[in-house]
């Protein structure tokens, strides 16, 4: 069974959620091959050979160079044709959402999105995703031909468990089969990312903040802890719709999901949509005064208390073991 799994580049180089997809097809337990769909993509490609995989090839366009779904499209929809294989996997990323669906109705095949696992069932590769922002998962068998298309949640498959090949993997070049006049989108300049704009789906750590922390000015208090611990600082969504803390350190179905080793939740109570957005985290530690609050469902380690005196307790150890 040939596994294929599209790779998705940033600046010429590997997107770190295309390892994700590759541990996500894993799951499979077929051969997997990898295409890095672009132009000017040497070194996305000497990055994602070095990862335990059966080929990887450049497929080679000077209209992939920019993204548009057209090309993408067009590219990916002859090459899979060709290549004929069982299933073919992408990251569940903005650029995912806007041309996979276009890519399964051109190819007349079944789509599964945002999956959060994979198993093989009686039945077929059932494969779970969450539904009403995350509210239920729902188990899905996909129906019809091969190949089937499935995108893969960000955070959802953990991207330290990728294997890495004894030696690196040749990659072929391949020109890929693009009809630029059928492209009817012409890309702006890519946009900016401002300074403080962090990427917490790649962060190690994370200390997050909820209604508990009463305020921007305790902000300081959740600062000394993630400074302790090397982490990144995050809020549940009253936090950021508060403006205590930029929109672009929200944890949750309408924020970023993250999955870092740790996650320390200073009182987040644990509502639907922010559990969404960090169950994958290896290691889960909550605090809140509140017994009941719902994070401790998820958590691996709960302390009833008050964050104004466990987190100051917490820094001072911190600070005296270094």
Not at 50 to 63: E, I, K, N
Not at 109 to 137: E, H, Q, S, W, Y
Not at 198 to 210: C, E, F, M, N
């Amino acid at each position: 069974m040939a596994i294929l799994v599209v790779a998705e580049t940033r600046e010429h180089g590997l997107h770190p959620v295309s390892i994700e997809a590759i541990v996500a097809a894993s799951r499979f337990g077929g051969a997997l091959e990898v295409v890095v769909p672009g132009h000017d993509i040497e070194d996305a490609c000497r990055e994602v050979s070095a990862f335990d995989v059966t080929g990887v090839t450049a497929l080679l366009h000077p209209a992939l160079a920019e993204y548009t779904a057209d090309a993408f499209v067009g590219a990916l929809a002859a090459w899979i044709s060709q290549r004929s294989p069982e299933w073919v996997v992408f990251p569940h990323t903005y650029r995912g959402r806007d041309f996979v669906p276009a890519l399964a109705a051109r190819l007349s095949r079944g789509l599964v999105t945002d999956c959060t696992a994979i198993a093989a069932a009686a039945d077929g590769v059932r494969f779970t995703r969450p539904m009403f922002r995350g509210k239920l998962n729902a188990e899905v068998v996909l129906d019809g031909p091969p190949p089937g298309l499935v995108t893969c949640q960000v955070g959802a498959f953990r991207a330290d468990e990728a294997n890495k090949a004894a030696a690196a993997v040749a990659v072929t070049r391949v020109d890929a089969d693009v009809d630029s006049s059928k492209i009817r989108q012409h890309p702006e300049p890519a946009i900016r990312e401002a300074r403080q704009t962090v990427d917490l789906s790649q962060a190690d750590r994370i200390v997050a903040v909820g209604r508990g922390i009463k305020g921007p000015e305790h902000l300081e208090l959740a600062r000394a802890l993630a400074e302790g611990l090397g982490a990144e600082l995050a809020a549940s969504r009253p936090v950021c719709d508060a403006g205590w803390l930029p929109m672009d350190r929200q944890v949750g179905s309408s924020g970023q999901t993250v999955a870092p080793r740790l996650y320390v939740g200073l009182g987040i109570s644990g509502a639907i949509q922010h559990i969404v957005g960090m169950k994958g985290a290896r290691t889960i530690v909550a605090i809140n005064k509140d017994p009941d609050a719902p994070i401790f469902e998820v958590a691996d380690y709960g302390i009833v208390g008050d964050l104004f005196e466990v987190v100051p307790a917490m820094v001072a150890a911190l600070k005296a073991s270094r």
